[in-house]
């Protein structure tokens, strides 16, 4: 089947399913989950467009912790309340689109295997030692290995505005989103019944476990909603509110909580993220990571996928159909961080313009290519890395030098601390200078 029409494939798709226009809104809402899947997207949902009341309580408490992100919305009723962010909004619809790109079911866990040397994308049960020309490589979260998905489930949503235009027996309103909108993706999602909260604070659905984009359709149609999951992790319900059995969810289970590298899940409060010491934030951060940091993010370039590796709900999954979201290549899941760190601007926009991991530029995947190799521990590796190591310290980009200058801390042994007293003495930034005699402190 194919999982992405376009343009004229999806209007004849559209022109051969029953014609909804003078039919009633739940026959609406019927033929258009029927269009859906037509399409290859299986996991849809309705929601009304009422406040997320509960969540208002859930977001305070985060930004009293100091758990939210600078990516987040400042305003948390804005975040609630769908109709501030579209008034006359009545319903949401949302969808769940796996990313899980993998040969057959149950493959998807070895991601867990992309930043080892000698990982093949296309053949992830086959592990080497070392990389075959001796070079160390890093990681990218599955959620970046093909086309940027806010493109490709855009897109997808596009398909399903332009059903509902066409299809509606009134004019509508529509207003779509993914990832980057004001609400709170997962509230939607459990609320129109797509799958239920884990402890990670994903969305699991049955089919495709947590390894899912969502997206949503704010409309001023009034479509029947669908039952939210229940759950311990789901958000408390509006009185009268339904719930949809919860035999799904994570139980006595904790082990994401406890594998998360830097706490930001924490065995005492699941269901909680300090979004501020998540890695997938952290490698996307632009500036000095902190020291404390650097060790944790191992060979991670962008993104990580800790939490839904280990998860056992995650080891049997369907895989993706969606090629847009494949990897090309072994470099998509596992980047030479020496290819990485001598790209031009123009390379890197080939490279990575087309995919989620570019949105921050070519400086910050670079500085996480250094800390990559500061956190190599074989011989080999290290003798590749020092030379470029040194080369980095030379760079015009102060985040570059200074986080050269504490990877050669590391692992640069004798010669490290000879280039770093080299460059202290030539160099005339405050911060990289502080790196500097950090670095020698450790070396």
């Known amino acids: 089947m194919n999982l992405f029409l376009a343009g004229a494939e999806a209007e004849r798709v559209i022109a051969e399913l029953p014609a909804a226009r003078d039919s ?67 319903s949401i619809i ?27 994308a296309q053949n992830p049960e086959q592990e080497t030692s070392q990389d075959p020309r001796g070079r160390p490589r890093g990681r990218i979260s599955m959620s970046s290995w093909g086309r940027d998905y806010h493109v490709v489930v855009g897109s997808i ?3 399903l505005s332009d059903f509902l235009t066409q299809n509606s027996p009134r004019p509508v309103r529509l207003a779509s989103f993914v990832d980057t909108g004001q609400l709170v993706d997962r509230a939607i999602a459990w609320r129109a019944g797509i799958g239920w909260y884990g402890k990670n604070c994903s969305i699991f659905t049955r089919k495709y476990g947590s390894w899912v984009f969502l997206g949503e359709i704010l409309t001023d149609l009034e479509l029947e909603p669908d039952t939210p999951w229940a759950g311990a992790g789901s958000p408390e319900p509006a009185a009268g509110e339904r719930y949809e059995g919860g035999e799904d969810g994570c139980g006595d289970c904790d082990i994401c909580l406890r ?22 934030y952290i490698t996307q951060v632009r500036g000095f990571v902190p020291r404390d940091m650097r060790t944790k993010m191992g060979f991670r370039l962008y993104g990580c996928d800790t939490c839904q590796e280990v998860c056992p709900r ?7 159909g969606l090629d847009a979201f494949r990897p090309r290549s072994r470099d998509d899941v596992a980047p030479d961080l020496l290819d990485v760190l001598t790209m031009s601007n123009s390379r890197f926009k080939e490279v990575y313009g087309l995919t989620a991991a570019g949105w921050r530029g070519r400086t910050v995947l670079q500085r996480n290519a250094v800390i990559a190799l500061g956190n190599l521990r074989d011989d080999h590796g290290i003798d590749v890395a020092i030379p470029i190591l040194k080369a980095c310290l030379d760079d015009p980009r102060p985040v570059i030098r200074g986080h050269a200058a504490w990877s050669l801390g590391t692992v640069g042994g004798t010669r490290g601390r000879r280039y770093l007293e080299d460059r202290y003495r030539r160099e005339d930034d405050a911060r990289v200078k502080e790196e500097i005699v950090a670095a020698l402190d450790q070396s």
């Open 24 to 90: 009633s809104f739940k026959d609406l809402k019927s033929k258009l989950k029927d269009f859906s899947r037509s399409i290859g997207i299986e996991v849809i949902g309705v929601t009304h467009a009422s406040p997320f009341m509960r969540l208002d309580d859930v977001l305070r408490e985060r930004d009293r912790d100091g758990y939210r992100s600078p990516f987040e919305e400042r305003d948390v009723g804005l975040r609630c309340d769908p109709g501030r962010v579209m008034p006359g909004a009545r």
């Open 94 to 120: 949302a969808i769940a689109v796996p990313y899980a790109t993998s040969a057959g079911p149950g493959a998807a866990p070895f991601a867990g295997n992309a930043g080892k040397p000698g990982f093949d």
């Open 157 to 159: 949503l596009q398909q």
């Open 259 to 280: 594998a998360c590298p830097t706490g930001a899940l924490d065995p005492r409060r699941p269901y909680v993220t300090n979004a501020n010491i998540c890695l997938s």
């Open 314 to 320: 995650n080891e049997r999954v369907a895989p993706a």
